[in-house]
């Protein structure tokens, strides 16, 4: 995704080469085009693109890949409700959109 | 006509629960027996990029209740679901409309569905199509995705037509702070003044108004052509340059330390509006905007409040 890159180290994403078995769903998904299967394994080749959609994840067979599974949606009213929460003790509301 | 308004209304969110389609089968041209079945949310417009997509296309349409929410973000909550999928396929007995078992998907449900799964729950195997729905009459002439139709974009059209609905889901917050705004301002050497909370009041929600374009609106569409990576900084640059702005139109009618506060709060405000924008965006991580708001909030508020304190100060010196 050209013009648009987010912050570098951040996005939480791993992947267990052991468990993979190359079939490829990850590069398929992938809306930033981060995997590539290379001799019957998937290779993260573009760590810092990831926007931890987690599509990924939920289309390994195996579940091989890790992504951070804070997920909500990604707004900073979510984000800001969480903290609210966390301090509060209580889960996080919806942010509602 | 009708249509067009009401996609003026869903695009504005000023009545998107209206704007549901009815869950279920439908069809696109003249289908058969053969006809690919492509997935999509029952979401208006979802809806409608759809079938403006498919022209010429003859194709089954299986609308799936997300309630009302577009694909992106019914994956994201867990209503685009493999689950749905398979008992919106039971519901219409596709398995008796068509006589191949495949199902396509959007691309961009795939965080909210296991293609894998599909085939357990109803019989039919999920296949992900292209992410833009314009892209699916290519994409089932050569019966596969390139990259570029895999590649998600963020172009400046698909940037504008966020803007509205982000607006309009500040009203509420807007008219808080307006109010507080015109009691604030009306602090004055005798207690409290009618006359001072208006004039003043006045301009400093016009300059949050500015924010709001500075922040909700510049912003967003200049977005990769600012400085940083992170989203509150890029407002903050915007924020300036309408203070700027501002301290040009109002030079006159402002004391010193009423300017300091409309230039704190207008880069503030701005600096905030344009890190709400990150949940908008289709390549920011959480972890990412988590990590960019411990910086951001703590200079967002840290400047609103020096903001209205210098504000009430106004009348004082
Ligand atoms: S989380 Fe999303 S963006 Fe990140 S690698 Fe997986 S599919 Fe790609
Ligand atoms: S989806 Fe999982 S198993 Fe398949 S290639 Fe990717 S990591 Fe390997």
Redesign the pocket.
Known sequence: MQGFRYLDDTAILR?SED?????????LVCPHRI?Q?RDG??KIVDLNACMECGA?AK????A??YVNPDDGCGCASYIINSWVARIRGKAPSRCGC | MRDKLGTIGARTGFFRNNYKITPGLYCIGEPSTTSPVVVTANYKLSFDTLRQGLVGVNAWLLVIDTRGINVWCAAGKGTFSAEEIAYQVHKANLDQIVTHREVLLPQLSANGVAAHELKKLCGFRGRFGPILAADLPKFLQAGEADEDMRTVTFTLRERAVLIPLEICMLWKQLSVVALIIFILSGISPDFFSPTLAFNRGILLVFATLTAMFAGAVATPLLLPWLPFRQFWLKGAIMGSLASLLLLFIGWQSLGDIEKIAICLWTISSSAYLAMNFTGSTPFTSLSGVAKEMRNGLIFQIGSAILALIFWIAGPFV
């Open positions: 992947l468990k993979c078995i190359g079939c490829g769903n990850c590069q995997f299967v394994k998937a990924c289309n390994c067979p195996t091989a890949i």
